[in-house]
């Protein structure tokens, strides 16, 4: 398979069923340990775990990339991803799952990171917002079709774990049609540096640590907050889906808007809308539970899901391009550490408040990100200006 479109192809059938084989455990795990009756605080910190384990992945990945090439290091780290999926259905465990939960986290940052570095280096330009698009849209389309596995077998059974692990591994098929080239030799990483991106952005800085501080809870906890609802399996799955559908549909509206207007203006909006939202359904209560719940998702996940990416772009914008490959690590690491931390302190919320006190967790998480930002705009109406960091970008190690 020469042609690298072709190669693109292959690699985009792959992440949509890595993506989809994992997408299920999304709710397969928080609805298990329900029926398990795990321990909430041992379903927070599987949450946490997870996104340490991406914090790990992040930054080791390089290294794999370097030793195998892109495609042996994507097909390596899918196969370890499938691997999970059997153990967790197998060892049903609370300590168990934390720590499976840690290394699906360090696998999947692995093929994130492995399979942007890779569609960066084939596209051409004047592709490359279609192609990261097109790759976005199999991203979120995996995760939504995951879901859906919960329509095959009992939650309380091995079945759908072991769908979900087949889907993986049969996908990775077409990677045998991909002639992968030779490990990329001499790549220096580049630094993190924090202090820099907070003196030059703090929009950038703040945000990407309370999205995450957010994300990480909604994502591990919403699952649990169904479960509790009333909501079986087949409807907490259809729920998810719908949640990631929106996020994958927001995506195009949300980043033409950003690029039409000041960015921060456009997260002011996104977080003030989330933070009503929030309130809604922490006040709505067992009221919203079903379709509506459904259809609230669908929004919410839209709303949420394009704030990173809007402040991502935003944080870009003003460090430059030859501080790209350090600010993402950066904007990454900041994100993590709020995804770790974010579920513990909403398992605290919801003991004081109950379930539907993640929503209000969230909210003001929300709420002050909304005010955050406004007092950065009203302080400097205009763009923030990157202030020179010591040394130049070539200098970063």
């Not at 990339?65 to 370890?80: M, N």
């Not at 279609?130 to 976005?136: A, F, I, Q």
Request: glycine share 12%; with cysteine; aromatic share 10%.
């Amino acid at each position: 398979m020469r042609s690298p479109y072709a190669s693109i192809a292959a690699l985009l059938v792959a992440v949509a069923g890595v993506l989809a084989g994992n997408g299920v455990l999304t709710t397969l795990l928080p609805v298990r340990a329900e029926l398990e009756h795990f321990p909430a605080l041992a379903i927070s910190l599987m949450g946490s775990a997870y996104f340490g384990g991406m914090l790990a992945g992040a930054f080791l990945t390089p290294r794999l990339v370097q030793r195998f090439g892109h495609i042996k290091a994507f097909g390596l780290s899918s196969i370890c991803g499938a691997v999970m999926i059997l153990v967790a259905g197998t060892l049903v465990e609370p300590h168990a799952w934390v720590v499976i939960g840690f290394l699906r986290g360090f696998f999947l940052a692995g093929i994130y990171a492995i399979v942007e570095s890779y569609l960066q280096g084939k596209a051409e330009n004047r592709i490359r917002g279609r192609l990261l698009g097109l790759y976005s849209i199999t991203q979120y389309g995996g995760w939504a079709v995951g879901n859906q596995f919960m329509r095959l077998g009992d939650p309380a059974a091995f079945t759908i774990f072991g769908i979900a692990a087949a889907v993986v591994i049969v996908c990775l098929a077409p990677l045998l049609l991909i002639a992968d080239g030779p490990p990329p030799k001499g790549t220096r990483r580049a630094g993190m540096r924090l202090l820099w991106l907070l003196r030059t952005t703090p929009v950038g800085f703040v945000c990407a640590t309370l999205i995450g501080f957010a994300n990480g809870p909604f994502w591990s906890l919403t699952p649990v907050y169904a479960t509790k609802l009333g909501m079986d399996g087949v409807q907490t799955g259809t729920l998810i889906s719908a949640i990631t559908l929106g996020s994958a549909a927001f995506q195009f509206p949300v980043g033409r808007l950003s690029d039409a207007f000041d960015r921060r203006k456009v997260l002011i909006g996104l977080t003030a809308l989330t933070a009503l939202v929030e309130i809604g359904i922490y006040w709505s209560g067992k009221l919203l539970v079903g379709w509506p719940f459904v259809i609230t998702g669908f929004v919410l996940g839209g709303i949420i899901s394009t704030q990173y990416y809007a402040s991502s772009a935003y944080t870009n914008d003003i460090t430059g391009r030859d501080n790209a490959v350090g600010v993402a690590s950066a904007l990454l690491f900041l994100y993590c550490i709020g995804a770790v931390l974010g579920p513990i302190t909403a398992y605290y919320v919801m003991h004081w408040l109950g379930d539907p006190g993640l929503y209000l967790h969230n909210a003001g998480i929300h709420a002050a990100m909304a005010v955050f930002i406004l007092l950065r705009v009203l302080r400097s109406p205009g763009r923030d200006v990157a202030q020179p960091q010591r040394g130049s970008s070539s200098d970063l190690p």
